[in-house]
């Protein structure tokens, strides 16, 4: 079974930046796509940006972030990045990362997985 690590939430001050990282492990053989969603205290979790783990890196992300957040991956390492400036206190939230249609080696099908989640916190 996948496991994912996400590292590098904190506190920051508006207009500064974080990135986080989320790293999958296990015996995995293939990733169709990562991303992170967020949920704020009170409202539902959002899908803040997703990236392909095929050839052709598709990525989509929320109106709300584009200019401001930018996903990469690093295929080789099964991880995927997320680099958020400008940040704003609205974008304070517990970020979830999560990856789609995992393949196993030596098991059939494909399975999802969510990490922990890592709060981010934007305040002066």
């Known amino acids: 079974q996948a496991q994912l690590v996400e590292a590098g939430g904190g506190l920051v001050q508006p207009g500064g930046s974080l990135r986080l990282s989320c790293a999958a492990s296990g015996n995995i053989f293939s990733i169709g796509a990562m991303g992170w969603s967020r949920q704020a205290p009170g409202k539902e979790r959002e899908l803040v940006a997703r990236?392909?783990?095929?050839?052709?890196?598709?990525?989509s992300d929320a109106d709300s972030v584009k200019g401001r957040f930018t996903i990469s991956r690093d295929t080789a390492k099964d991880t995927v990045y997320l680099q958020m400036n400008g940040l704003k206190p609205e974008d304070t939230a517990v970020y979830f990362c999560n990856a789609d249609r995992v393949a196993y080696m030596d098991v059939e099908g494909l399975y999802d997985y969510w990490g922990q989640g890592t709060q981010v916190t934007v305040s002066s």
């Open positions: 990236i392909t783990m095929t050839s052709t890196s598709d990525i």
